[in-house]
């Protein structure tokens, strides 16, 4: 899997970063938390917690 550091600057050098980031849905942490500090998303089957850390940082965990 690429770092989203890794796909922004392959994207720039491509040319493709507006028109990319364009179609892409967004999601305000606000809606997605609702006030929590911590939250269960599911993928393939997985659980994985994702959580506001006290500096306001995103921490994704299996």
């Not at 770092?3 to 028109?19: K, L, R, V, Y």
């Not at 305000?28 to 939250?39: C, H, Y």
């Amino acid at each position: 899997m690429m770092a989203a550091e890794d796909i922004t600057a392959q994207a720039q050098q491509t040319g493709t970063a507006s028109a990319d980031v364009a179609r892409l849905p967004e999601y305000d942490t606000r809606s997605l938390f609702d006030g929590a500090r911590e939250i269960v998303i599911h993928h393939a089957g997985a659980a994985y917690r994702m959580k506001i850390t006290k500096q306001g940082k995103l921490i994704l965990n299996k």
